[in-house]
């Protein structure tokens, strides 16, 4: 994912199987230090456990049945592992593209799937969905074009990421708060009996258990407080990499590879995004016991 080190920072380029570097963006870890092949070797290979949590999401929420937009989700998060995955690896400029705009597809999709609150987070037969649809790809398209094209600073990339990103949590902190706390009366052996599909409802007509709640808000809140570790080491390493440098060596390796804090931000955000979207899908908890709908359990 990415970062803010000026390409031009002295001392972090040799020559490589990717050469030359067409990337906005270069990182602290020295380029191809281990492998001819692999630019950044922590950087890349930090990107398998969120790829490893991705699919874990994925099989969960097929298995348990949940709408397909949550699904969605986690394919779309494991994409963002390996777009970030090819970047660090080869530091070009289409690679890097290829990790970028996945994050936007993923906050983006996860933002407008929680103003889609009808019975089982909605259908395409409903004009809702398809209106929320509908603006997602249009955002989606627009933001693509404004970005490859137009204008390519990364900070604007990291605003638009992080404002969707704190509207998502925003919005399923708001969602929890206004769904009913009580037990549906309808639940049967921990089963909560679908509403019809044809009757539409209000955010207080969702009725979310108060186990589920108590999973959800430690889901959203364990999430948040990730990205801001990973967000604070993500800037020592922007910000004293000269230091941090110098450490890595006097360490020596394998050890000065805990010493690399863009790494550690793949794995803090990995997981952070994991318990995010977790906790979104506590949101289709129509037709699902409490306990069959959480993966963190």
């Not at 404004?146 to 605003?159: I, L």
């Not at 890595?248 to 995004?273: D, I, M, N, Q, S």
């Amino acid at each position: 994912m990415a970062s803010l080190v000026d390409l031009a920072a002295p001392g972090m380029h040799t020559d490589g199987f990717w050469d030359p570097i067409t990337s906005t963006l270069d990182w602290c870890e020295a380029n191809y230090q281990f492998s001819y092949y692999i630019a950044e070797l922590a950087n890349s290979f930090s990107n398998l456990f969120t790829i490893v949590l991705a699919f874990f999401g994925v099989v969960h929420t097929w298995r348990q049945g949940l709408p397909l937009n949550h699904t969605v989700s986690f394919l779309l998060f494991a994409l963002v592992g390996i777009g970030s995955f090819a970047f660090h690896a080869s530091l070009l400029y289409s690679a890097q593209l290829a990790d970028e705009l996945p994050m936007i597809y993923l906050v983006s999709h996860g933002f407008f799937s929680l103003f889609d609150t009808n019975p089982g987070f909605g259908t395409l037969n409903d004009p809702k969905t398809r209106l929320l649809l509908v603006a997602e790809v249009l955002f989606d398209v627009l933001f693509t074009w404004s970005y490859a094209v137009v204008y390519r600073n990364p900070v604007y990339h990291q605003v638009v990421f992080g404002l969707f990103d704190t509207g998502m949590v925003v919005r399923g902190m708001y969602l929890m708060r206004q769904a009913k706390t009580e037990e549906d009366p309808k639940e049967k052996d921990g089963r909560l009996t679908a509403t019809s599909a044809a009757t539409p409802r209000t955010v207080r007509d969702v009725v979310i258990p108060r186990s589920v709640r108590k999973d959800m808000r430690y889901c959203l809140t364990a999430g948040v407080m990730s990205f801001m570790v990973g967000f604070a080491l993500w800037n020592v390493d922007n910000v004293f990499c000269g230091n941090v440098t110098a450490l890595k060596r006097a360490v020596g390796w394998p050890g000065a590879f805990l010493l690399e804090g863009h790494a550690w931000w793949h794995v803090c955000t990995g997981y952070g995004a994991f318990l995010v979207f977790t906790g979104v899908s506590y949101m289709s908890v129509d037709g699902h016991s409490a306990s069959r709908t959480s993966p963190v359990n």
